[in-house]
């Protein structure tokens, strides 16, 4: 086992902007080279009429995520969406989720990002 994947193996990992591109492949990444991760946390909001877990389940869909569900079929159980919303205060995580969040995440990639070119800086 590569020294990498070793390095992640028990590991859980907190990921913002799993739903956007460098989310996608960063989770892909992951669950591929490091198949020994313990879990992938992902913040996700509902957006455009989809709830949390139907936008969860559409992006597993994904042709990105092929080569993973042949080699693992159960990888989806490895994902683990926390409903929030970056743009609110505490990101809108709820206190349970604060607190397991607080407690077992090992690793923390920011990927969120605004595709909005004309918002206000604060």
Not at 5 to 16: D, E, F, P, Q, R
Not at 28 to 56: F, H, N, T, W
């Amino acid at each position: 086992m590569a020294s990498i994947s070793k390095w992640y193996a028990g590991k859980n990992v907190l990921i913002t902007g799993a739903t956007g591109f460098m989310g996608k492949v960063l989770m892909e990444k992951l669950l591929r080279s490091c198949p020994d991760v313990k879990a992938l946390y992902i913040l996700v909001r509902p957006k455009a009429g989809q709830s949390m877990s139907e936008r969860v389940r559409d992006m597993m869909k994904c042709k990105l995520f092929d080569r993973v569900r042949e080699d693992n079929p159960d990888f989806h159980q490895k994902i683990i969406p926390i409903g929030s919303e970056l743009t609110q205060p505490g990101l809108a995580i709820s206190p349970e989720d604060v607190q397991t969040l607080t407690s077992c995440i090992n690793i923390v990639f920011h990927c969120a990002a605004t595709i909005r070119f004309d918002e206000p800086l604060k």
